[in-house]
């Protein structure tokens, strides 16, 4: 993308839901706010009447699939996915091949990313070698490298072994880093398909039960506390789970947790269809779930929406249940779920959902420059999002290289208009720049 | 019925039609010209993904019974086992313009996603641990026949409901027609959420016995002894086979069935398995009329 | 079927039986004493023709071929004193128009005891029209054994053949246009005896029935 910082008027925005005012970016951060601003020379208007700006998104848990999965995303891709949803800022988890375990890797995702210029990507490092879970990987190495890494994760894989996770905890203290939970008991989900429960029972698709979550969680908190660390808790998705991390919060455990966009939306019974767009780790929840984990996310307990944005292609998805992958895309339909789950439905305002999808994770995740506040000085990372323009989602439209959308015919209350990064649109009036 | 995935596809009048079409059919077995022209010019695919003998040759005699042509495809020695996906295999078989396609497969709903893939009718013949609508349909057919209706019926199906797609496919088709259903296992072999299934549930075999009309017995697998299922095969099969002394304690009308293969010695002994009022080998052969009937009923229509 | 009899005899303002009522539009061309005239008259001709009725089984074609078979049974009885096997063939497997329609439910298929080896077996139905019923149940027959002759008894012979196929005995032969309907009408299925004469349904439907059609624009409404 041509390095342009042209000086952006956009008018009559209304900030995080407010009253409409105008707003003018230059050299890459907010220079103006107010009513009616002159428009300098050379400067291009944006017509932004009716458009809610919110801070330019950040995600927690991005699959971009590069190094090694190129044919389902790559970073340019992803990244390009993640400016039409509204992103300013994604991490990259590790789980590629070769993983992210080592400083080359997360060095050569982190000058992708640069490269492409839609978003930021923050790589994520392996916790173990190889995501194998038998030791750690060089943490500190990431973290001193070019794409200072901040989290950790083997997400697709639990840090199961609870001495491991106990020193993982630990070390990342020495730089403020933070483990990123996929809460996974592994023996009681072997071979697991779904949610266990009524749906996989008359399915017969082997169950994967809410337990095997929850536990993890309750352990991870406990530990947590006990070295006086940092745990974030990835894709919680059942009501213990909410629960666990509420007790856990209330006892003074340092615990933040993200909900995906589909696990506050969709259910197992879609898994009815045997249609494996719908199967994702982990699994789909009951409609009880569902409800807990909105109520979570109004009241905090969980801090942040998270993709979990995982890109498959096609011959990935267009196969028997139990031989399909897991996972589904995410980055640009996030904002649009949430718009319908926690807005529409009054658990939200705009101002909660800037600090549950920008502000909270770009905290967690130490990102400096993301999820400010839209004031004077600030860098220019604004997403503008029409709430009153309907869209139907097309699995075949999509930005990103793979189309494995759950919300595929699915309509949305609203689209993502303008994307600005630094003052930089990479999205304008919808489209990709 | 374009196709038959489920046991729970069916109404009861649907059911109830596939029972009486395979009684009328049960007659070709016994004439001298054991064929009826029907299916002629049809193309009917086995498409085995699991070794079942018995199942792809009933299959296989009842749509040559009714004429049609039939094609074996199994997973050995074809594309299939060189790694094409099931989509691939479904348009290959669409292209040879395959009116009807049986499918067994290891993985729950392979067929539904057949279906999807395909302009004839899949017929389900074992996807899984989910179902097997007609193994569950010549199972009712059978009890229909040895005691003469299904309404108000008592039926005990014992063993390890938790693998058992016949067992799925019975509750479902036997509740639909009417039928009593109660599950009999250890808790470990039984689903989560069976509470909610439309049937009883009792982990005491004795004390269900003498309150059946018919006691299905389902294979137990030894190995599931190694995942810590049960905790011997000495003890499963005191706690849940069936044995002489037990039978004697059934209603004297009270039948034992078998969905095979039996494995004699774990969930039932041989005195039982070789009793008359064992009904296994009247079951394969009601399984030849009643998969003529969903044959035809599938394919001979528009 | 007996319990119906008392019912309708007590009944004294009902109209007799001879006089159905009838749909609009059409109209009975023989009524319930016409009918057992000419089952009468056909019992006589098979008696004459298989020089005694010794060797005939006689199978009705389900549905209504079915009483009328029963019906000719008894009569033989009653004339001969003699105690001709009565069966029932269905025909819908043997059928060339099954991918016409869905799939249909099956008639019962009774072959009297002694099979039909050798025998004069009389096939009975209610209406003989295109011919095509009475070739699917020679077809079958076929498959069935072996018997010595086969002949064809109809209450109605109403025209337009479309095989090389013919009667060897009718009750009444009714010339029809393609656009009637004949509805034959038993006690035994439908409570009286009458044959009826009327417009036939596809000829009052405007639009093309196949039953193919009828799913196609339940579709088609989903998509509006």
């Known amino acids: ?433 | 019925m374009r196709h038959l995935l489920s046991a729970g596809d069916l109404d009861r009048d649907e059911a109830t039609l596939i029972l009486d079409t395979a009684g009328e059919l049960a007659q070709v077995g016994d004439r001298s010209v054991k064929k009826l022209p029907t299916l002629r010019g049809r193309t009917v695919v086995n498409l085995f993904y699991e070794d079942s003998t018995r199942t792809r040759t009933s299959f296989e005699l009842a749509a040559k019974r009714l004429s049609a042509d039939v094609i074996n495809f199994s997973a050995k020695g074809s594309s299939v086992s060189k790694g094409e996906s099931l989509k691939d295999t479904a348009l290959t078989l669409q292209a040879m313009g395959a009116d009807g396609v049986v499918i067994r497969h290891g993985a729950s709903g392979a067929p539904h996603r057949l279906a999807n893939w395909v302009d004839g009718s899949v017929l389900n013949a074992g996807d899984g641990t989910h179902e097997h609508p007609t193994q569950a349909l010549l199972d009712a057919f059978t009890m229909r026949e040895r005691l003469g209706r299904l309404e108000g019926l008592r039926v005990a199906v014992v063993g390890d409901i938790l693998h058992s797609r016949v067992a799925r496919s019975n509750v479902l088709l036997l509740t639909t027609l009417g039928a009593h259903v109660t599950l009999v296992a250890p808790p470990t072999l039984l689903p989560v959420s069976v509470h909610t299934w439309p049937c009883e549930v009792s982990y005491d075999l004795d004390e269900v016995l003498p309150e059946s009309d018919v006691v299905m017995m389902l294979r137990v697998q030894a190995e599931r002894m190694h995942d810590s299922f049960f905790p011997s095969v000495r003890e499963y099969s005191r706690n849940y086979g069936l044995d002489g002394e037990r039978l004697s304690r059934m209603p004297e009308e009270a039948i034992v069935m078998h969905p095979g293969p039996m494995v004699r010695g774990m969930e039932i002994s041989a005195e039982v398995a070789d009793s008359p009022r064992c009904t296994v080998t009247e079951q394969v052969a009601n399984g030849v009329s009643l998969r003529m009937a969903v044959l035809y009923l599938l394919l001979g229509g528009s | 079927m007996h319990a119906r009899k008392p019912a309708r005899d007590d009944n004294e303002i009902s109209p007799p039986a001879s006089v159905p009522e009838v749909p609009e539009g059409t109209r009975a061309v023989l009524d319930g004493n016409e009918i057992n005239r000419a089952l009468t008259r056909i019992a006589h001709e098979v008696l004459e023709r298989t020089k005694g009725g010794q060797d005939v089984t006689l199978l009705g074609i389900p549905s209504r071929g079915v009483p009328l078979a029963e019906r000719l049974a008894r009569r033989i009885e009653r004339v001969e004193d003699l105690d001709v096997p009565a069966g029932s063939l269905d025909i819908t497997m043997y059928r060339d128009d099954l991918r016409l329609a869905p799939a249909r439910a099956l008639g019962r298929t009774e072959i009297p005891a002694g099979g039909l080896d050798d025998r004069v077996v009389v096939l009975v139905d209610d209406v003989l029209f295109s011919g095509r019923t009475v070739r699917a149940a020679l077809d079958a027959l076929g498959d069935l054994g072996r018997p010595r002759a086969v002949q064809l008894a109809v209450l109605v012979d109403r025209g337009h053949r479309e095989l090389p196929i013919r009667a060897d005995y009718v009750g009444k032969n009714l010339p029809t246009s393609l656009r009637e309907s004949v509805t034959v009408q038993l006690e035994e299925s439908d409570g009286l005896d009458a044959v009826l004469l009327g417009p036939s349904p596809a000829a009052t439907l405007k639009e093309g029935t196949r039953p193919g059609s009828l799913q196609r624009s339940k579709d088609t409404e989903g998509d509006l």
């Open chain 1, 1 to 433: 993308m041509p390095e342009n910082q042209g000086t952006h008027l956009i008018r009559g925005a209304r900030p995080l839901g407010d009253d409409p005012v105008d707003l003018l970016f230059e050299n890459g951060r907010i220079t103006a706010i107010g009513p009616d601003l002159p428009a300098p020379d050379g400067a291009e208007v944006v017509d932004a009447t009716g458009l809610i700006a919110l801070p330019g998104l950040v995600d927690l848990h991005t699959h971009l699939r590069e190094p090694g999965r190129e044919d389902a995303e790559t970073v340019a891709s992803g990244s390009r996915a993640a400016a039409m949803g509204g992103y300013t800022a994604v991490h990259a988890m590790a789980n590629t091949d070769p993983v992210a375990d080592t400083a080359g890797v997360v060095e050569q995702v982190w000058r992708l990313g640069q490269e492409a210029g839609y978003c930021d990507v923050r790589p994520v490092g392996a916790v173990t070698v190889g995501l194998a879970g038998e030791r750690l990987s060089e943490i500190g190495a990431m973290a001193d490298s070019a794409a200072r890494v901040r989290v950790f994760s083997d997400d697709g894989v639990c840090v199961s072994d609870a001495l491991l996770m106990r020193r993982a905890l630990e070390y990342v203290k020495a730089f403020d880093g933070v483990i990123a939970q996929h809460a996974q008991e592994p023996r009681l989900t072997e071979g697991a398909q779904m949610n266990e429960g009524r749906v996989s029972d008359r399915l017969g698709l082997p169950g994967w039960p809410a337990v095997a979550e929850e536990a993890i969680i309750a352990r991870d908190c406990l530990l947590a506390q006990h070295v006086g660390s940092r745990l974030h808790v990835c894709h919680v998705s059942t009501k213990g789970s909410v629960d666990i991390i509420r007790w856990a919060k209330e006892r003074g455990c340092d615990v933040t947790a993200e909900v995906t966009p589909h696990h506050l939306i969709l259910t197992d019974d879609l898994a009815e269809s045997y249609d494996p767009v719908y199967k994702v780790n982990p699994p789909l929840r009951t409609a009880e779930d569902v409800q807990a984990l909105r109520e979570g996310l109004a009241d905090g307990t969980i801090d942040i929406v998270a993709t979990d944005h995982a890109p498959h292609p096609v011959e990935a998805k267009e196969t028997e249940w139990s031989t399909a992958a897991m996972g589904m895309i995410g980055l640009e339909t996030a904002l649009g779920v949430v718009h319908r789950t926690m807005v529409e439905t009054g658990l939200l305002t705009w101002a909660q959902v800037a600090e549950r999808m920008s502000a909270a994770p770009a905290r967690i995740g130490r990102v400096g420059g993301h999820g400010r506040e839209l004031a004077v000085g600030e860098p220019a990372n604004i997403v503008l999002y029409d709430p009153a323009a309907p869209v139907e989602v097309d699995a075949a439209a999509m930005a990103g290289k793979s189309g494995n959308t759950p919300f595929r015919g699915m309509s949305l209350p609203g689209r993502i208009i303008a994307t600005f990064l630094r003052g930089v649109p990479t999205v304008l009036e919808g489209k990709i720049k």
